[in-house]
């Protein structure tokens, strides 16, 4: 895979774990909004998560999960997609906004207003659930008993 491709990849994660509120209000900051259209309008569905053990064993389905997509073009000719958890159509629609907008010119603009924020906030919320769970890590020793020697 290209340059390009991986960034896209980062950037659309980053969309899909962001909290709608974040978004709205990093868009919402921005000075003018593109008119956009419509390809698919936001729409909820269901998709089935598989797994595999240890990352490497045989694929098993471990349930349904609830997605929400959306897929729009600027007037500019780019085209957007949003996929997010959960059934928030708001939210599938500005994160396929910010993707068709980091195919324009502006891109480096939504780069640093919205998704540096975006990923700091992130890796924020990361930080604090580490220490939460760090806090509840239980440390064991063993002594050195006679019989053991």
Known sequence: ??????????????????????????????????QAHDLRAPEIGGVMVRGRIGGTGQPFNLGEMTVTRCSLRLESGEVGHGYVQGRDKTKARNAALVDAMMQTVRAGEIRASVLAPLAEAQAARDTARAAKA??????????VRGEDQ
């Open 1 to 34: 895979m290209n340059d390009a491709t991986e960034d896209r990849k980062i950037w659309m994660g980053l969309l899909a774990r962001a909290s709608a509120a974040d978004l709205a209000d990093r868009l919402g900051a921005l000075d003018r909004l593109p």
């Open 134 to 143: 760090a806090a509840t890590k239980a440390e064991f020793f063993t002594m």
